[in-house]
């Protein structure tokens, strides 16, 4: 009889909450904790863990808490626990500066829910969605290989950026635009004082793109602290693109609204998208160097080069004692993967599923 696999989650809220239940629904036993007893005990009330506390020999922990508390969090789970750990903050580089523990691996599931804390926990909330992790120099293969394996059985795809690096995108793709919603939620406020219609009025695409407005304003205070230099530098960017907008409007320069609505058309329309077709999959497989990280540094590579990566494992070639990449990505990015793997020393053979 196979034994049942083992996690804890620290922190119940939306995003630990839907860990903790969709690891149950996949058949893990869960033990969890939560700076509030009323949040831990309904979590044990409504089945979303087995138990409450951390279990030691737990394969992995989940560490889901407010950015400002992360770093604490993931020392305890380090010292209470013996096997992974990785956090959920939408801030990684100063909680993987430091933590220097090869057991550890900074993470960010890129997915949310209206609904807040525990109330919205959600067992399929990952599907689909697309969780980074940060691994370092010197991440541990069989950590990080196992971590993607989990994260992939909650249906979401793993890629790898630096912590630097993920902080400076995720002020763009991320805290910026809840930024900007949230600005464009208090014009319209304003406007609505005088004009009592004005929010009755907003159809679709306002309340879409105004949609991440709802959102806790609590967490965002640390989040702004956290990822200041970052977002400042984003939010600056974005004034200056709104200004020449502006100017474009005011000057009736026709020409150069176009284009800066084309451009927008055009890398809306070119967002990517995820591998969906089996037969269009080719399988690399990748002889490890014997080097801290490497492993890692294939995942990081891809999404420095945007491909996607469908599944992803290290196996043992028993034959030359060492570890071998196994990653599955489509055919029409293989060559820019092998390519670039090359470049860096690795020697990948490709082979085509069929």
Avoid: Y
Wanted: aromatic fraction near 4%.
């Amino acid at each position: 009889m196979i034994d049942q696999r083992r996690a804890n989650v620290i922190g119940l809220g939306l995003i630990g909450g839907s860990i903790a239940v969709a690891l149950r629904s996949r058949g893990w036993r869960v033990c969890g904790v939560d700076d509030s007893d009323q949040t831990t005990a309904r979590a044990v009330e409504r089945d979303v863990i087995d138990d409450v506390g951390l279990d030691v020999d737990a394969e992995i922990t989940f560490v889901a808490v407010p950015v400002l508390q992360g770093a604490v969090a993931v020392q305890r789970a380090l010292a209470e626990t013996n096997g992974i750990v990785t956090d959920v903050g939408s801030v990684k580089g100063p909680i993987c500066a430091s933590i220097t523990d090869r057991r550890f691996v900074g993470g960010h599931p890129m997915a949310g829910s209206e609904r807040e804390g525990l109330d919205g926990a959600d067992a399929n909330l990952f599907e689909g969605a697309i969780w980074v992790l940060t691994p370092d120099d010197n991440a541990d293969d069989l950590v990080f290989s196992r971590l993607t394996a989990t994260i992939g059985e909650l249906g979401a795809e793993v890629v790898a950026v630096a912590p630097g690096r993920h902080d400076d995108v995720v002020a763009v793709v991320s805290h910026v635009p809840h930024l900007t919603a949230a600005s464009l939620m208090t014009l319209a406020d304003d406007r609505s004082i005088e004009h009592a219609a004005l929010l009755r009025l907003a159809a679709g695409g306002f309340r879409d793109m105004t949609r991440v407005a709802s959102g806790r304003p609590d967490i965002w205070l640390d989040i702004c602290e956290e990822n200041r230099i970052a977002i400042v530098g984003a939010l600056s960017q974005l004034i200056d693109e709104l200004s020449a907008v502006r100017l474009a409007i005011d000057t009736g320069r026709r020409k150069d609204l176009l284009d800066r609505l084309d451009r927008a058309r055009e890398a809306r329309a070119n967002l990517p998208s995820r591998v969906v077709h089996p037969e269009s999959l080719a399988e690399v497989r990748i002889p490890i160097p014997d080097r801290a990280g490497a492993a890692a540094e294939v995942f990081v590579l891809a999404a420095e080069l945007s491909v996607n990566i469908a599944n992803f494992e290290v196996v043992h070639a028993a034959e030359r004692n060492q570890g071998v990449a196994v990653v599955l990505v489509d055919l029409a990015h293989v060559d820019v993967l092998r390519g670039g793997l090359i470049a860096r020393g690795f020697r990948p053979s490709v082979q085509a599923l069929t």
